[in-house]
């Protein structure tokens, strides 16, 4: 008997350290290629079109076709204090990662600044738009990964702690002086082509740090709850959570459906809903990264069977 508990035991064990390892190199996978495609955003179209940049990035880049100096390398000095004040404020976790994302971007823009003189795009608003594509893709890999790239970013969560100011405003404030900066220096049309690059790295990092695993949250009130929420079971194949509410009128206790959907979904919803009752309030809204049970862990085989008889299963 102790054999066997040992047993189980050391399985475990074995099982935790192996998916801690899984999980960190995934991680520092997902951080690398990150700054890989944010590094090939900007060697191949923001340089190349002497567009500016976001950040500490905006000040390197300015630097650069002034002086000709590597923007890869002054990032890693620019961001040397940047980590202190990260190592003080927030620890040595958060500080480690922030060297790491700072390496890394800084890294890559170096390692693929090659490819600026080729001059693949002569169009700045393609260059600009792009450009934008690929910083965003690559700075939301990188946020996904809970690391970050240094620079504004730190400073904006710092003063957000210690300010309660809102880290979009802050860092967009720090952005407006290097665009302000950069139409002195160069001219208008640089400013402008750099706003419109600024947007969409800034979609595109919300979109894939939000994920694109977009699902559709409905939420159901009706006499006939319990009728429709096991006929969306039985017929859509989701769970269906009731929620007990009360009408503030009529002080009616009644259950309320909760569930979410895939979008190819939502019509079969609907029709079972009219169906049942076509009186019933529903609502139907956006939702993203959905997790658990019916979506990222299978459905048990059987309904009563929950997620430890599974997790046993696997022993």
């Known amino acids: 008997m102790i054999g066997r508990y040992f047993k189980l035991f050391l399985r475990s064990l074995i099982g935790k350290t192996s998916y801690v390892m899984e999980s960190h190199f995934g991680r520092y996978l997902k951080i690398f290629i990150g700054s890989l495609i944010a590094g090939l955003g900007y060697s191949t179209f923001i340089i190349p079109a002497k567009l500016l940049a976001s950040g500490l990035s905006g000040i390197a880049v300015i630097v650069y076709y002034l002086l000709d100096l590597p923007?890869?390398?002054?990032?890693?000095?620019?961001?040397i204090p940047i980590v202190y004040i990260a190592y003080?404020?927030?620890?040595?976790?958060?500080?480690?990662?922030?060297?790491?994302?700072?390496?890394m971007l800084s890294v890559a823009i170096d390692a693929t600044s090659f490819i600026g003189n080729y001059n693949l795009v002569e169009d700045?608003?393609?260059?600009?738009?792009?450009?934008?594509?690929?910083?965003?893709?690559?700075?939301?890999?990188?946020?996904r990964a809970n690391s970050n790239g240094g620079g504004f970013d730190v400073l904006g969560a710092v003063i957000k702690k210690y300010y309660s100011l809102d880290l979009g405003t802050?860092?967009?404030?720090?952005?407006?002086?290097?665009?302000?900066?950069?139409?002195?220096?160069?001219?208008?049309?640089?400013?402008?082509?750099?706003?419109?690059?600024?947007?969409?790295?800034g979609e595109i990092t919300n979109k894939v740090v939000a994920g694109f695993n977009r699902k559709?949250?409905?939420?159901?009130?009706?006499?006939?709850?319990?009728?429709?929420?096991?006929?969306?079971?039985?017929?859509?194949?989701?769970?269906?959570?009731?929620?007990?509410?009360?009408?503030?009128?009529?002080?009616?206790?009644?259950?309320?459906?909760?569930?979410?959907?895939?979008?190819?979904?939502?019509?079969?919803?609907?029709l079972i809903v009219n169906a049942l009752d076509p009186t019933a309030f529903m609502?139907?809204?956006?939702?993203?990264?959905?997790?658990?049970?019916?979506?990222?862990?299978?459905?048990?085989?059987?309904?009563?069977?929950?997620?430890?008889?599974?997790?046993?299963?696997?022993?």
């Open 88 to 103: 003080k404020v927030f620890g040595k976790l958060y500080a480690i990662d922030t060297i790491i994302g700072t390496v």
């Open 216 to 270: 559709k949250l409905v939420i159901i009130m009706s006499p006939f709850s319990e009728l429709i929420g096991w006929t969306i079971i039985q017929h859509i194949g989701r769970g269906v959570t009731f929620l007990h509410g009360e009408g503030a009128y009529s002080h009616k206790n009644q259950k309320v459906i909760f569930a979410v959907v895939s979008l190819t979904q939502v019509s079969r919803v609907k």
């Open 71 to 79: 923007i890869g390398l002054q990032l890693i000095v620019y961001n």
């Open 170 to 201: 802050v860092v967009f404030g720090f952005n407006l002086i290097i665009i302000l900066v950069g139409i002195v220096l160069f001219n208008v049309s640089i400013g402008l082509y750099t706003l419109i690059n600024m947007y969409i790295v």
């Open 283 to 315: 609502i139907i809204t956006d939702t993203s990264e959905v997790a658990g049970r019916g979506f990222t862990i299978k459905m048990p085989t059987h309904p009563n069977e929950d997620m430890n008889t599974q997790k046993l299963k696997g022993l």
């Open 124 to 143: 700045p608003i393609l260059n600009a738009v792009f450009g934008g594509v690929l910083v965003g893709i690559g700075c939301g890999i990188v946020f």
